[in-house]
T-cell receptor
Framework: QKEVEQNSGPLSVPEGAIASLNCTYSDRGSQSFFWYRQYSGKSPELIMF????GDKEDGRFTAQLNKASQYVSLLIRDSQPSDSATYLCAVRGDTGGFKTIFGAGTRLFVKA | DAGVIQSPRHEVTEMGQEVTLRCKPISGHNSLFWYRQTMMRGLELLIY????????DSGMPEDRFSAKMPNASFSTLKIQPSEPRDSAVYFC????????????FGQGTRLTVV
């Protein structure tokens, strides 16, 4: 079992719709959770982080965390064509050196 | 700060040659990570350092790969000898472990081994 799993997609949504991206992780000791966006040919950039169960909102983005289910998600409201990218889920434990493990990413296409 | 700086941006080499990738982390960051990204395997953690000390190198695929961090401002990832299957984008990232920041990535080195 991979440590961090994501559906590779592609996920295609129309402009203005809500895009929902999901991620599961295997290490119950994980404490910090991140969503990175990566445009083609570019490096990953952080868009959201969440540490506690529940929802965290930042503009059009909402991260959701459920540690009991080992599940983290990202919602993008009012999706724009510029949101088209690969979204990487990353998980970090707070022991063992604090290494950050990434999922393979979900490709999102927002159709104009 | 200029961010994480990697060099070279692109490298094309012949199979069997030695390849050295370089990384300068963000000043003040005390953790440094080397990742490899391919279409098939996604973003894989190869090795990471805390305070210049290698903590976990379990992701290093083979003995052909080695990494060093001689000081807080410089790290290298070396492949010797290189093989075509090493072709990938190699990213270096750094973070401030004490301040618990996220990891910031360099622009990557696209390696092609022919």
């Amino acid at each position: 079992q991979k440590e961090v799993e994501q559906n590779s997609g592609p996920l295609s949504v129309p402009e203005g719709a809500i895009a929902s991206l999901n991620c599961t992780y295997s290490d119950r000791g994980s404490q910090s959770f991140f969503w990175y966006r990566q445009y083609s040919g570019k490096s990953p950039e952080l868009i959201m982080f969440i540490y506690s169960n529940g929802d965290k909102e930042d503009g059009r983005f909402t991260a959701q965390l459920n540690k009991a289910s080992q599940y983290v998600s990202l919602l993008i409201r009012d999706s724009q064509p510029s949101d088209s990218a690969t979204y990487l889920c990353a998980v970090r434990g707070d022991t063992g050196g604090f290494k950050t493990i990434f999922g393979a990413g979900t490709r999102l296409f927002v159709k104009a | 700060d200029a961010g994480v700086i990697q060099s070279p941006r692109h490298e094309v080499t012949e199979m069997g040659q030695e390849v050295t990738l370089r990384c300068k982390p963000i000043s003040g960051h005390n953790s440094l990570f080397w990742y490899r990204q391919t279409m098939m395997r996604g973003l894989e953690l190869l090795i990471y350092f805390n305070n210049n000390v290698p903590i976990d190198d379990s992701g290093m695929p083979e003995d052909r790969f080695s990494a060093k961090m001689p000081n807080a401002s410089f790290s290298t990832l070396k492949i010797q000898p290189s093989e075509p299957r090493d072709s990938a984008v190699y990213f270096c990232a750094s973070r401030d472990r004490v301040a618990n920041t996220e990891a910031f990535f360099g622009q990557g080195t696209r390696l092609t081994v022919v």
